[in-house]
Nanobody, 121 residues
Framework: QVQLVESGGGLVQAGGSLRLSCAAS?????MGWFRQAPGKEREFVAA????????DYADSVKGRFTISRDNAKNTIYLQMNNLKAEDTTVYYCAASTGLRVTTLVNEYAYWGQGTQVTVPS
């Protein structure tokens, strides 16, 4: 069983930055960030392999967001720069049961409680 706790969300002006953190208890594998707006499906944002050597990003965040991990701290991060109003939503950390990067929601077995990011338009 893996428990995930996100932190770092908040309100930031357009063009600003936030860093989300996700602390995992128990062994972590490949991990990712997703986001979900009310009434919409959960959307892939970024993922990182267990080793940290492989990453993947949604086209909408490529060049603005960076995912990283510190396995010594069992923590992953999502550095979000140049935030836009359309980035406003709840962000979820997720852990898969495999070592490789995946963008698919149903390949993640564990989820955090979510953290709100708000970028006023």
């Amino acid at each position: 069983q893996v428990q995930l706790v996100e932190s770092g969300g908040g309100l930031v002006q357009a063009g600003g930055s936030l860093r989300l953190s996700c602390a995992a208890s128990g062994r972590s594998y490949a991990m990712g960030w997703f986001r979900q707006a009310p009434g919409k499906e959960r959307e892939f944002v970024a993922a990182i392999s267990w080793s940290g050597s492989v990453t993947d990003y949604a086209d909408s965040v490529k060049g603005r967001f960076t995912i990283s991990r510190d396995n010594a701290k069992n923590t992953i991060y999502l550095q979000m720069n140049n935030l836009k109003a359309e980035d406003t939503t709840v962000y979820y950390c997720a852990a898969s049961t495999g070592l490789r990067v995946t963008t698919l929601v149903n390949e993640y077995a564990y989820w955090g409680q979510g953290t709100q990011v708000t970028v006023p338009s």
